[in-house]
């Protein structure tokens, strides 16, 4: 069989196949066999039914194309095996199918042309010496000030205050009703829906509500009814109160002060697991040391990646982004399953191509981010021995030692083998390079930064709402979960997961399929060289 090989962009190879006459008659001498055993006809028993009326029965033109869709698919497994080329994905045909059986004689050669996809030639151009610049997160002391306040509000007592106004900070329930104003606004319309409630209680700090509600709430009487102006802010989930201006009618009809516990040891010893303030103290301030160390980590790899990207030049095919943006829908799908989401309602028919779409830019990227890794690995010949890829496994393992019959171990190794590779080449790139740290907030916009309240909350458990805080706080509350599926592709999908991550996935996953096998058995192509 003679092929001719044509070098296209993309990372693919466009493929010539002469097809021998030999092979194109007893591809149709095969077909008329398989019509001949299947077909029923009248008259004839299957098997014995004349190659003429056979031809008359389903026409020429189908069995041709049963022959040369055969000839296709089998003539193009045998030229990329006598080719060697390393093909991924499927073919595409580039010959018309149409003319192909117009033209096709059993017994005269056949010529078509089709294009693969091949791993694509990467060339970086520069990754030793790199010189960039990255954030360096510092522990700050007030931070282990603040979890310690926070579980002190935890763990308060409501005491009726008496002979004063509300003030900031006091518990106040209240009975309120909202309405829209302004000269577009409807008498009918003008009720918020959701906006409405009797003893609802709310802590008085401003940032839980909209703006104005608390600051409207200070300087009440107990009985005291009062009318508050607020304006719904514009980026407000909810779209038909964005921007708009409203009233609040709200009566005061309790109010209490928290009484704080003293900070000392036995405070300690009732709301944690340490004996004393000192050795609480001593282990949050530890752990925020290590996370700002961490931070400061990260930061340093991710600079380094970016300017490594910056030095590669790959032309990524279609197969691979293709299968990297299934794998973070994937992994989106599996995160959003085990925050109790449900995925099927999320990710519908219509939000999936969004998904696809948005995704691409992050794919190409993690993808460029990948083979420049592979590549710096190859180069320098780095490696992830056997041994010490066997001990990190055994060590996931003992973590879930209930659940391993649930754990794809095929999986977890490779993942593991990934991370354990990547670690290695991000330390080798920072030892061969020149990192300049800089005070955190220097290179990241103010508004871009994240606070320090989440890593808190982690630490200090939040106040439970109630179903009343729900209402008035964000009556937005089911265009938020609409929204999950959307937002979700910002925050989530472009996060790269790590082999602790995998091992809690692989678990949840057993034995759900998210995606086809093919597919998820393929995203990680692009991840194989690290």
Do not use: C
Request: negative net charge; aromatic residues 4%; hydrophobic residues 35%.
């Amino acid at each position: 069989m003679k092929v001719t090989q044509e070098k296209l962009p993309a990372s693919q190879v466009g493929l010539e196949i002469e097809i021998p006459p030999e092979m194109s008659k007893q591809a149709y001498e095969k077909t008329l066999q398989e019509f001949t055993r299947a077909a029923n006809i009248p008259g004839f028993r299957k098997g014995k039914v004349p190659r003429q009326v056979l031809v008359q029965r389903f026409g020429s033109s189908r069995l041709k194309a049963a022959a040369i869709e055969e000839l296709i698919e089998n003539s193009l497994k045998q030229a990329v095996e006598q080719e060697k080329i390393e093909a991924i994905g499927n073919f595409q045909l580039r010959s018309s199918f149409e003319e192909l059986v117009s033209q096709f004689e059993p017994g005269s050669a056949l010529t078509f042309s089709a294009v693969v996809d091949v791993p694509p030639k990467v060339t970086l151009n520069q990754y030793k010496g790199l010189q960039v610049k990255a954030e360096e997160a510092t522990y700050d002391p007030e931070r282990v000030d603040q979890v310690l306040e926070n579980y002190r509000n935890q763990s308060a007592t409501l005491v009726p205050v008496e002979g004063r106004a509300a003030q900031p900070g006091d518990v106040a329930v209240v009975d309120f009703k909202g309405q829209l104003t302004g000269e577009d606004v409807e008498p009918e319309s003008a009720e918020i829906p959701g906006g409405s409630a009797e003893d609802f209680q709310i802590e008085l700090v401003e940032g839980k509500f909209i703006a104005g509600f608390v600051d409207g709430i200070i300087g009440m009487s107990l009985e005291e009814t009062k009318d508050v102006s607020v304006t719904f802010p514009e980026d407000y989930p909810q779209q038909d109160l964005a921007g708009k201006a409203a009233v609040f009618t709200i009566t005061l009809k309790d109010l209490k002060e928290k009484e704080l516990p003293e900070l000392d040891d036995d405070f300690a010893q009732d709301v944690s697991e340490f004996e004393t303030l000192t050795e609480w103290r001593e282990t949050l301030a530890s752990r925020f040391k290590q996370e700002a160390e961490q931070k400061t980590k990260i930061n340093k790899e991710q600079a380094l990646l970016d300017e490594l990207v910056k030095h590669v030049e790959v032309e990524i095919p279609e197969t691979l982004t293709k299968q990297e943006v299934d794998y973070m829908i994937t992994q989106t799908a599996m995160q959003l399953s085990n925050q109790g989401l449900d995925v099927k309602r999320l990710m519908t028919k219509e939000v999936i191509p969004q998904l696809r779409e948005r995704s691409r830019p992050e794919a190409i990227a993690r993808i460029q981010r990948t083979l420049a890794l592979g590549e710096v690995a190859k180069r320098e010949s780095i490696k992830v021995e056997e041994a010490e890829l066997t001990a990190k496994v055994d060590e996931i393992l003992e973590q879930y030692a209930d659940q391993t019959q649930d754990i794809d171990l095929d999986r977890l190794r490779q993942s593991v083998e990934d991370d354990l590779l990547r670690g290695k080449i991000l330390t080798w790139l920072e030892e061969n390079a020149t990192v300049e740290l800089v005070p955190e907030g220097t290179l990241t916009p103010p508004e871009a930064l994240e606070t320090d309240a989440d890593a808190d909350t982690l630490e200090a458990a939040e106040t439970s709402e109630t179903d009343q805080d729900e209402a008035v706080a964000t009556p937005a509350a089911e265009a938020t979960v609409e929204a999950t599926a959307e937002v979700v592709t910002d925050e989530t999908v472009g996060d790269e997961a790590s082999t602790d991550e995998v091992a809690t996935e692989t678990i949840s996953a057993a034995g759900e399929e998210v995606e086809d096998e093919d597919s998820a058995g393929t995203a990680s192509t692009s991840r194989s060289q690290v």
